[in-house]
């Protein structure tokens, strides 16, 4: 399973981005998708995931009212919509498949990162 992210880029802060992420295919492995990310220097982190049916969506506090993550089942793509994007989050974006919910660990496949960078 290869999983392409992309949509990142310099925004100021207070913009808004929409990363996505296309899997080649979906696996019974695969209940759900999330991103996470990875600032310079720190842990990656779990940022918002969904499954792939209904829909349910699950947030970091850190984002919660801020970004909405969706999918398209028809093309296997999941999105993160990013509002009011603050200097802090500021990292590589990274998108996952598995079954979750918000540790690593719960996930198996992994697509390449996506940079997003909030300038202040």
């Known amino acids: 399973v290869q999983l392409q992210a992309s949509g990142g880029g310099l925004v100021q802060a207070g913009g808004s981005l929409r990363l996505s992420c296309a899997a080649s295919e979906r696996r019974d492995s695969m209940y759900r998708m999330a991103w996470f990310r990875q600032a310079h220097g720190k842990e990656r982190e779990f940022v918002a995931s969904?499954?792939?049916?209904?829909?349910?969506?699950n947030y970091a506090d850190s984002v919660k009212g801020r970004f909405t993550i969706s999918r398209d089942n028809t093309k296997n793509t999941v999105y993160l919509q990013m509002n009011s994007l603050k200097a802090e989050d500021t990292a590589v974006y990274y998108c996952?498949?598995?079954?979750?919910?918000?540790?690593?660990?719960?996930?198996?496949?992994w697509g390449q990162g996506t940079q997003v960078t909030v300038s202040s």
């Open positions: 969904v499954t792939w049916n209904g829909g349910f969506a």
């Open positions: 996952a498949a598995g079954h979750g919910p918000r540790y690593r660990d719960g996930y198996t496949y």
